[in-house]
């Protein structure tokens, strides 16, 4: 029997700290949309933390067991990894896109500049859905702000961890240090770049900057997964709490001017990894914060998949309405509190149930026959 694997509670928590910042990010900026008077000018950054909890959570769960000396039920074949990868992420990435097709036919603030057959076609926006699907880059359609994942923007970030997967089960689970550390490096040096050539890294969610996706991923995915193979860990006290004042404080500080990118940077090569490395020096929170962060964590994916469809609905009454101060502020939070509750819904009576379904049905470790697992790892 193999013994159960420690589980970085501090880390689930942090990952719904940071979905809510984004939550939150999204609506001020159809408020406030100059980025340097958005009082959360920092907050996409979670985005960038998210590849870096995913390179140390995969490592954590697969490293071991992908390795050519795993036995038995512990053993996982590469098609194994993919099935699982695929059924932990896809189905709420199905109802996040039906709540988001449904939002943009149904909006009312927009008049007929979303309807079928007036500004796209029944076969593209069939196409689109195809597309999107499959989680693939999309073409445009009105009132996308060029985004490549139209119909659910934050799609983007899922086709990037789509490809970190991909690349983790083919080679990453196998790198030896001294690549890994060189990689590290490269990355690091491409998002330096990229931060300094747009003095900011909110950038590869649009047509315009597609490139600058992978350079967000690259590096704080690798510098996760170097977290976590070296070990490193840093002791803070009531981690969890610390460790989502400091996220907070990253995305609220002011923007840096003509080092902004620099800074952001820092953020992504140094921060977060010493973040990861703080989260998991402990495998157990107790009490009220335990089941925080259990429930934050659980919380965290659905909250961020599926938002973006009422952050369009939200502006798109905002832009047309022009409602005052209050009334902006008081629908603003009801939305943000509803998102949260039919995240909550859809998590317990749907992604749960669907997840436990699938894998009983196509990734029962008891189904992947040992020799063919070592043999595959």
């Not at 942090?14 to 100059?34: I, K, N, Q």
């Not at 009132?143 to 799609?155: K, R, V, W, Y």
């Not at 983790?168 to 990689?183: C, E, K, M, N, S």
């Amino acid at each position: 029997m193999h013994p159960a694997k420690s589980h970085y509670e501090a880390l689930d928590g942090l990952r719904g700290t940071a979905a809510l910042c984004v939550l939150m990010f999204h609506f001020w900026e159809m408020v406030v949309p100059d980025i340097d008077h958005n009082p959360m000018g920092h907050a996409f950054l979670a985005v960038d933390f998210f590849f870096a909890l995913s390179g140390f959570v995969l490592g954590h769960a697969y490293d071991a067991r992908l390795a050519p000396h795993a036995r038995g039920r512990e053993a996982l074949t590469l098609a194994g990894f993919f099935k699982r990868r695929l059924i932990r992420l896809h189905p709420m990435t199905l109802a996040a896109l039906a709540i988001s097709v449904t939002v943009y036919l149904l909006d009312p603030f927009v008049g007929d500049t979303q309807r079928i057959g007036v500004k796209i076609s029944l076969a593209a926006f069939a196409g689109t859905v195809a597309l999107s699907l499959l989680l693939l880059p999309t073409p445009n359609v009105p009132n996308s702000f060029g985004e490549t994942h139209s119909l659910n923007g934050p799609s983007w970030t899922l086709f990037q961890e789509y490809i970190a997967n991909v690349l983790y089960g083919l080679f990453g689970h196998r790198l030896t240090r001294r690549v890994h550390v060189f990689l590290c490096i490269v990355s690091a040096a491409a998002l330096v770049w990229t931060a300094h050539h747009f003095n900011d890294l909110g950038h590869g969610w649009g047509w315009a900057d597609f490139w600058a996706a992978p350079v967000r991923l690259a590096c704080p995915f690798l510098m996760g997964l170097l977290v976590y193979r070296t070990g490193f860990r840093l002791a803070v006290p009531q981690p969890f709490v610390v460790l989502s004042l400091v996220l907070a404080a990253a995305f609220v500080m002011p923007r840096m001017g003509k080092v902004n990118g620099l800074f952001e940077a820092g953020c992504v090569i140094v921060v977060f990894p010493l973040v990861l490395a703080a989260g998991a020096s402990v495998t157990r929170t107790v009490g009220a914060t335990g089941a925080l962060c259990r429930f934050m964590g659980e919380l965290s994916y659905p909250v961020y998949i599926i938002h973006y469809a009422f952050v369009y609905l939200f502006a798109h009454w905002n832009w047309s309405t022009h409602p005052a101060p209050a009334r902006l502020a008081l629908v603003a939070v009801g939305l943000q509190a509803g998102i949260v509750t039919l995240a909550y819904a859809l998590l317990r009576w749907f992604d749960k149930p669907v997840r436990a379904w699938l894998t009983r049905k196509y990734a029962d470790p008891a189904r992947v026959p040992a020799a063919a697992a070592r043999a595959n790892a």
